[in-house]
């Protein structure tokens, strides 16, 4: 497939889904992921496998979560060390308890911890898309090799003896090159879905340690890709300032268009590594006469532990008297 418009960086290809050279740097990581939801059974999961081979020697780690209205949810958040076995040429695993590989032209993702285990398999709507612009500051420290794509997802789970046949979707990322996890990143809120082959979308705020702040977006429409110049991204916080129960993405294409989409909060979970805290909440999607879904990732450490505040877009930071004008959503 083609995409309509091009690309700001040179495409993606299906030798990029397999594993690449790993380089010298001490936080040099790769890692691929995967989120989905079934609506029909009412049950979806996010998933994360990486590698950090010259980390102590290296390691394997793992981020999964799965979720179901009938009242369950699975969450692990660890790491362990990487082993000869993990490593494969179409794929990466962590012990026998999360693996990922590439074959067919999908994404098979294999879970196996006791009672769960689940076979997945995500086949793409469109081609692979690096949602940053070449250059850009944050993109190249934190994810200078990166790529994203929405599919179908279909498969099964098993849980105490249970067996639930999977047909939803899902959206997934692959990264490699460095990773840091202690100063790499401010603030982010990194919302991505689907509502199926005929509409994908991305929306992405990210604050680098400088405090210089990233807008990029797009969407996807039967295989046709538009970027977004102008990127609101709306996050309903909760008193704990760490979590939210939803929000909303607006977006203006190349060309004027505006894309309104709405999110509710499903089902929440919270990885962490370093500094870095993330919370990833699924989210029921509604917008343009259409239903899906959606990851709304954010994370929130504006001082990076005790460091000095770079950014408050709505409050004053300074001493004294200063121009005021009313606030007014959303911004220019």
């Given amino acids: 497939m083609t995409n309509a418009a091009p690309l700001t960086h040179s495409p993606f290809t299906v030798r990029d889904e397999l594993r690449h050279l790993a380089g010298e740097e001490s936080i040099w990581q790769e890692s691929a992921l995967l989120h989905w939801y079934d609506r029909d059974h009412g049950i979806g999961g996010w998933h994360r496998v990486g590698h950090e081979p010259n980390n102590q020697g290296g390691r394997a780690v793992i981020w999964s979560y799965l979720f179901s209205k009938t009242g369950w949810q699975y969450r692990c958040c660890t790491d362990m060390r990487l082993a000869a076995g993990d490593e494969f040429a179409n794929g990466f695993g962590a012990g026998e308890r999360l693996r990922c590989q590439y074959e067919d032209d999908a994404s098979i993702w294999l879970i196996n911890d006791g009672d769960l285990i689940a076979r997945l398999s995500c086949r793409n709507f469109f081609d692979l898309v690096d949602p940053f612009p070449p250059g850009d500051e944050l993109a190249a420290r934190r994810f200078p090799h990166h790529f994203e794509v929405a599919g179908q997802v279909t498969g099964e789970v098993r849980y105490q003896g249970q067996l639930i046949p999977i047909k939803g979707l899902g959206y997934r990322d692959h990264s490699w ?46 295989n046709r890709l538009s970027r977004a110049t102008g990127i609101d991204v709306i996050a309903y916080m909760e008193p704990d300032g760490l979590t939210h129960r939803g929000g909303e993405i607006r977006l203006t294409l190349e060309g004027g268009e505006k894309i309104y989409l709405e999110l509710t909060a499903m089902a929440g979970v919270l990885f962490q590594r370093g500094t870095v805290v993330m919370v990833e909440m699924m989210c029921e999607v509604e917008g343009h006469g259409m239903q899906g879904y959606c990851d709304a990732e954010i994370s929130s450490n504006a001082r990076s532990g005790t460091g000095p505040v770079h950014l408050a877009l709505n409050a004053d930071t300074g001493e004294g008297f200063s121009p005021f004008e009313m606030l007014s959503f959303p911004p220019e």
């Fill in 177 to 222: 090159g460095t990773r840091d996890w202690e100063r790499g990143m401010l603030n982010h809120r990194w919302f991505t879905g689907t509502m199926g082959e005929a509409f994908s979308f991305a929306a992405i705020t990210a604050q680098a340690p400088t405090g210089k702040l990233v807008r990029v977006g797009y969407v996807v429409r039967d």
